[in-house]
């Protein structure tokens, strides 16, 4: 009966020319509350649902930030101790206090949603109301609510006035609550039982913070106690997209965590779309605002696009299906179910020609390629208090150079990444602020070229080890599974007399001994959240070591010029200067090796020729308002790729009946025999 | 019946109370609390947030037994200088310190009458430790309190954990336990909020459909196909077709699944174009997306079935009762399918009724490939995400269906044996 339908469309008939867009996802995404949502995974999804102030230009590069709700892109006004206004872009300790102002645009609604029905709670009733300066700021005293779990606490702590305050205010008030209840109920109380039938509300409205206040109805104060200008960034964000108290209100009602129903599924916000089925298992469906402004499609930046200027968004619905694996997601792809697709491995030598072209069944279909750097950085780490390969003495930093020399990332790329991603030279990704194409690795590569490893056998030798040494490489890989990336990292090392012990380990030891800074090398990587080199050069920065202070920087790398170098760039506007700066900081890492750079990634994406607006945005930004379909196209090519092949049917029907044939006839036989005796 | 049924109920309580105890103790010995909050706090995490992480999801408390004191929070302090402290009310509190060197502190509260100390704490005035211990002091009143560490430069920062004592009497100190909190509460079928505050019930009910509408059809088909070609077999044992027959059994149980999966998207979604690849809707308009996962299931899973059912009716083939019926003349079709086959549904109910609450559980490869959003991956899933509320959940559900099933399966005796009495 299924086989009847003859049809692989996966899609029911009446969506077949619509406007919708059609993408997939792998891993569910777990949060959709801005105050928690940070995984790449779930901000594909949030970026089109919530409005920060900024956002990033959709065209422009290098990256700039433009308004997206607020008028304009907030400057901060910088007051020293005595509260007196410091002119220009004073250094970091005069300043005590740095205070950005924000306008919104009038007349921006939110998406229809349950909450703004007075006494609601059913989810099937919806209204809106307009937004206003005091959702920012009730957004911002959420982040720092205990219950809310804001991935980002620390460091809103150690820049906003007056967090850590407000958070402490709304620990004690909880606690009271919780107290309360803990004496009525007695030995059987629950907290999460308890909560579930009866959830805690705290009217945030009822807690003061220093650094958020509403100035109008339409403009509110973030003040922060240090100058730290990548918060305009951060200010681009879901952290800082608007929350109406009402949402708060609604889902603190009795019943609703037990039905599921909370901002991780039934989020609110004021952006191009809003959710209407979100089954992080199975598809997550967005449909366009209704109550969404008029805003036009960028006219600046390249390319020019022929919609510059036309009211936005462009789809009607954006339909992203989960699918597990890669082969029948690319499968959907080829056929046209889906608009667009990443390349797997597997998939590498059906999409690319060995010049890295497009193969000729790409070619027929008007498949185009797009790539875009990501600016993450992998690399390997030294343990920088390891007796062995820790340490800055010259001997030490030979053997770290040789190492660095002998692991070589052109050849992984070739062999395990289809020559995809880019070997790195430093820390500094493209993209970010600080990266120049031109600046090599002096210590690894002769120009373009990378040393020999005769060179670095000699390195070896002056680092005092001519007959080669034993070294740990500790993991969270699977000695099996990853066994041909874990024998290729041997034989590097191998190459210049080292012999690498692999210590595999589940992902919690793993951890455990990068806290406790027990190894010697280890892989690790990390993607930045802004363009902004501070997020990614505080990776070295001493404070931040992993084994005394329980920070990021897990090569614990800690020179007190760098250091110095560091705290003078993080409070920098993007200035020659500051240029300057980083690239001593860069050729110092470079020169020191705490870490192998091993390459900045690369996403291949292959879109068919009815999605258009496609420029990648490899910071988070609500991309899917900027994105046209042209539905008709793709029905005409889906009817052209996919015509049913129904012929074979009634011959396997004829056959399995054939097949039966001798079976019948064996039986037959055997029914008609005489009885032997 | 009713008393038997009650009996065999009461049995299955320590069970599964065994099963919880023993998934927690194993759950519990790989990934401690701490491994499960750094976990899922995310990579700008700091030791207050992970703290906290667990006390709002009750990770912080004694696993069995709580003997009053339990954590409030915790701080790292990196550098000289003065760390905040989570307020607390009146009553026995302290410090739990875990030093890597000397280190200089001084404790102080706001109010400042409010703190009572105790050695080698000294109210006010900095004491130099040296390895980590614990202080303990008193609150006369709530207090917020702050702790002075004074760190010797490049020194490695200094972890407080901040307890308060809790005069529990004996029952609580048995409820207000990790343990007890989490599992009292499956015995009415209540599984909670997971560790990201979803609740598992309605992710359970909400994956189940999906799972059924691919399992029950491959077990129902399966079964019939693989009885009615294992009686033909069993039938002409010894002939060409049964030589042949089992050869055939022996190549689709040596085949993995995943490569009739891959040959069966290729021929019917890829090449002849009739089905989708993968995909999953709800209603009637489910057909077509289970349609092929059916047929492989089915396919895949007749090697084995056959084999053993094959073997359960030569079983019977030898007994007395079917050379009677040989000799009274009757057709050897009637022999199998009236006589043969009703002797040998013992042991196939046993089979089959017992794998029919495991219905539920899907299956995993199917639906990764599938795209079918049901049960297959949810535990597997859980144990990756370190998702401990998911596993134990799913470990009970599956210890009482696995009962259920046994249960299920006695009661069909008596309705095919009417030897079987239940008492």
Not at chain 1, 555 to 580: C, G, H, I, Q, V
Not at chain 1, 618 to 638: C, H, N, Q, S, V
Not at chain 2, 13 to 20: A, C, Q
Request: charged content about 25%.
């Amino acid at each position: 009966v299924g086989f009847l339908a003859c049809t692989n469309n996966p899609y029911p008939p009446s969506q077949a020319d619509e406007n919708y867009y059609y993408g997939t996802f792998g891993e569910p995404p777990r949060f959709l509350d801005p105050a928690k949502t940070y995984a790449s995974d779930e901000l594909i999804i949030a970026y089109q649902i919530y409005e920060p102030p900024v956002q990033y230009h959709f065209l422009k590069r290098p990256y700039e930030l433009v308004p997206l709700t607020a008028t304009e892109v907030p400057t901060p006004v910088y007051y020293d101790r005595n509260g007196t206004r410091l002119p220009g872009d004073p250094p970091s300790e005069q300043v005590a206090r740095a205070v950005y102002t924000i306008h919104l645009k009038p007349g921006i609604r939110f998406q229809n949603h349950p909450c703004f029905v007075p006494g609601n709670d059913d989810v099937t009733r919806t209204a809106t109301r307009e937004l206003t300066a005091a959702d920012y700021v009730w957004q911002i005293k959420r982040l720092a609510n205990p219950t809310v779990d804001c991935p980002i606490f620390s460091l809103l702590q150690e820049s906003i006035e007056g967090f850590t305050e407000l958070s402490k205010a709304i620990a004690a008030e909880l606690a009271r609550v919780r107290e309360e209840r803990r004496k009525t109920i007695g030995s059987l109380y629950n907290q999460e039982t308890d909560e579930r039938q009866n959830p805690i509300f705290l009217d945030l409205d009822r807690f003061d913070i220093a650094g958020a206040r509403t100035v109008d109805r339409y403009t509110f104060e973030l003040s922060l106690k240090k100058k730290y200008p990548q918060i305009k960034h951060w200010l681009s964000m879901p952290f800082f997209a608007p929350m109406p108290r009402e949402a708060d209100r609604f889902f603190a009602q009795a019943g609703m965590i037990d039905r599921n129903l909370s901002l991780d599924r039934c989020p609110v916000g004021t952006g191009a779309y809003r959710i209407e089925r979100f089954d992080p298992n199975y598809e997550i469906v967005l449909t366009r605002n209704e109550n969404f402004r008029d805003e036009p499609f960028p006219s600046e930046g390249e390319p020019v696009i022929p919609d510059a200027g036309k009211r936005m968004p462009f789809v009607d619905k954006v339909v992203y299906k989960r699918e597990k694996e890669s082969l029948p997601r690319w499968t959907k792809f080829t056929q046209g179910y889906y608009d667009l697709s990443g390349i797997d491995k597997d998939q590498f030598d059906q999409t690319f020609t060995d010049g890295m072209e497009l193969t000729e069944s790409m070619k027929r279909k008007h498949v185009r390629m797009e790539s875009a750097v990501y600016p993450s950085i992998a690399y390997y780490a030294f343990n920088m208090l390891d007796d062995v390969v820790g340490g800055y003495a010259p001997e030490r930093k030979k053997l770290r150079q040789a190492i660095s020399i002998a692991i070589d990332n052109e050849e992984f790329i070739e062999l395990f990444r289809n020559g995809r991603d880019s070997p790195a030279v430093g820390p500094v990704p493209p993209g970010i602020f600080g990266y120049d194409p031109s600046i090599v690795n002096p210590f690894v590569y002769d120009g373009r070229c990378r040393k020999s490893v005769e060179e670095a056998r000699r390195l070896l030798a002056e680092a005092g080890y001519p007959r080669g040494l034993v070294i740990n490489f500790d993991t969270a890989m699977s000695a099996t599974v990853d066994k041909s990336f874990l024998d290729w990292l041997a034989k590097q090392f191998a190459k210049i007399g080292v012999e690498l012990r692999v210590r595999s380990t589940d992902y919690n030891r793993f951890r455990e001994k990068l806290r406790k800074g027990d190894y010697q090398m280890c892989a690790m990587g990390w993607g930045a959240d802004c363009p902004d080199p501070e997020n990614i050069l505080f990776l070295l920065y001493g404070p931040n070591g992993a084994a005394k202070f329980g920070g990021p920087n897990h090569a614990n790398y800690d020179r007190a010029e760098y250091n110095r170098l560091f705290e003078k760039m993080r409070s920098m506007e993007d200035t020659p200067e500051r240029l300057e700066l980083i690239q001593r900081m860069v050729r110092m890492v470079q020169e020191d090796a705490p870490w192998v750079y091993e390459l900045h990634g690369v996403s291949f994406s292959l879109f068919h020729e009815w999605i258009t607006n496609t420029k990648a945005l490899t910071f988070g930004a609500p991309e899917m308002k900027y994105r046209r379909i042209d539905g008709r196209l793709r029905a005409a090519r889906r009817a052209e790729w996919n015509r049913a092949v129904a012929w074979p049917l009634p011959i396997m029907a004829a056959f399995l009946l054939l097949a039966c044939i001798p079976a019948f006839r064996f039986v037959r036989e055997r029914e008609r025999r005489s009885a032997r005796l | 019946m009713t008393a038997y049924l009650a009996r065999r109920i009461l049995y299955a309580l320590p069970i599964v109370v065994g099963v919880n105890v023993i998934t927690f103790i194993l759950f519990f010995f790989v990934n401690t609390p701490d491994d499960v909050a750094r976990h899922k706090a995310g990579k700008r995490s700091t030791l207050e947030q992970i703290e906290r992480w667990k006390i709002e999801r009750g990770y912080h408390l004694p696993y069995f037994y709580n003997d009053g004191w339990q954590s409030v929070g915790a701080r790292e302090a990196n550098a000289t200088g003065w760390v905040e402290l989570p307020a607390l009310g009146p009553g026995p509190a302290a410090l739990q310190l875990d030093l890597r060197q000397e280190v200089r502190l001084t404790l102080a509260s706001d109010p400042a009458d409010a703190l009572k100390v105790e050695r080698p704490l000294i109210q006010g005035s900095a004491v130099s430790l040296q390895q980590s211990q614990r202080l303990n002091f008193t609150l006369v009143k709530g207090a917020s309190l702050r702790l002075h560490v004074a760190l010797p430069d490049g020194a490695p920062g200094v972890v407080v954990r901040v307890l308060a004592w809790r005069n529990l009497g004996p029952v609580e100190r048995v409820t207000q336990t990790l343990f007890f909190q989490r599992s009292l509460k499956y015995l009415a079928f209540d599984f909670g909020l997971d560790d990201d505050r979803r609740s598992i019930s309605q992710e359970i009910w909400r994956r189940v459909p999906p799972s059924l509408a691919v399992t029950v059809p491959v077990s129902v088909l399966g079964l019939l196909v693989e009885i009615t070609l294992a009686m033909l077999l069993a039938h002409y044992r010894g002939s060409a077709l049964d030589v042949w027959g089992r050869v055939g059994c022996i190549a689709l149980m040596s085949t993995s699944i995943l490569f009739f999966i891959i040959l069966g998207q290729w021929l019917f979604s890829q090449t002849l174009r009739l089905v989708p690849v993968s995909g999953f809707s709800a209603g009637p308009d489910a057909v077509k997306f289970v349609v092929l996962p059916v047929l492989i299931g089915v396919f895949a899973g007749l090697g084995g079935g056959i084999r053993w059912y094959r073997n359960l009716f030569l079983e019977e083939m030898g007994k007395d009762y079917i050379r009677t019926a040989r000799m009274k003349g009757l057709t050897e079709g009637a022999i199998l399918y009236r006589h043969a086959l009703k002797n040998a549904m013992i042991p196939i109910l046993t089979g089959v009724i017992v794998s029919i609450p495991f219905l539920i559980i899907g299956s995993l490869v199917m639906e990764s490939f599938f795209a079918i959003p049901g049960m297959g991956s949810f535990m597997l899933e859980a144990i990756q995400a370190q998702n401990f509320a998911v596993v134990q959940a799913m470990v009970f559900l599956g210890s009482v269906l696995y009962i259920v099933g046994l249960i299920l399966t006695d009661f069909s005796y008596t309705l095919v044996d009417p030897r079987v009495r239940l008492q």
